[in-house]
């Protein structure tokens, strides 16, 4: 099992520009999340899913969207990346209440 | 706004001794967890604890719950350099979806 992969591991990006960061999970896990993490501080939920065709809010949802069509993928979207949105985002899903993060992609927007 | 605060922020300590960090949450919970990460890693479950319990035990791990004072600690005994890493409480509250994360305590274990 590869468990949870993020792609791409650092990405730079300008004021404005959208792009979609990619995660994917072989486990079979109907719960799958987004995450971000800046300096200094715990990990804050952007958006999660309870399974293929089923999205909801976190704790810091605006400027970003999500999707899931499949079980397996479940991507993220920047509308229109603003500095603020500089962080390193981890997917992770999730059986019972243990969940498994992907090794995160570090985003810079300049 | 952050649902768990860790305490100390940072520790260090020798291989050998008892590593001790705590966990304060604001709102009743349903359960806790603690996750370890590795500098530049995702994070990696390490141990859950139900709100009816009180204390737990994993390997050389240990985690009790106060619900009454609302904080939670993870202590883990014989400290290896491999045990490096930031620690993080995170809870649930009444929606079981939803998971809050405390702003950690970076441990180093000096050989």
């Known amino acids: 099992n590869a468990g949870v992969t993020q792609t791409p591991k650092f990405q730079v990006l300008k004021t404005g520009q959208s792009m979609t960061l990619q995660c994917a999970q072989d486990m079979n896990h109907e719960y799958m999340s987004w995450y971000r993490q800046d300096p200094g501080m715990g990990l804050r939920l952007i958006h999660y899913s309870v399974g293929a065709g089923i999205t909801d809010q976190g704790e810091v949802p605006n400027g970003y969207n999500v999707s899931r069509s499949t079980t397996e993928d479940f991507p993220l979207r920047l509308l229109s990346a603003a500095p603020s949105q500089t962080s390193v985002y981890f997917c992770?899903?999730?059986?019972?209440?243990?969940?498994?993060f992907g090794p995160g992609t570090r985003l810079t927007v300049t | 706004s952050q649902q768990g605060e860790e305490d100390p922020q940072a520790l260090s300590i020798q291989e050998g001794e008892n590593a001790t960090m705590n966990c304060s949450y604001k709102?009743?919970?349903?359960?806790l967890q603690w996750y370890r990460q590795n500098s530049g890693r995702g994070l990696v479950h390490l141990i859950l604890i139900r709100s009816n319990e009180r204390e737990k035990h994993s390997g050389r791990l240990r985690v009790t719950l106060d619900t009454s004072k609302k904080s939670s600690s993870l202590l883990i005994t014989a400290s290896r350099a491999a045990d490096t890493a930031s620690y993080f409480c995170a809870t649930d509250r009444s929606n079981f979806n939803k998971f809050y994360f405390g702003s950690g305590t970076k441990l180093n274990v000096k050989p």
């Open positions: 709102t009743s919970i349903n359960n």
């Open positions: 992770a899903s999730r059986v019972g209440y243990e969940q498994y």
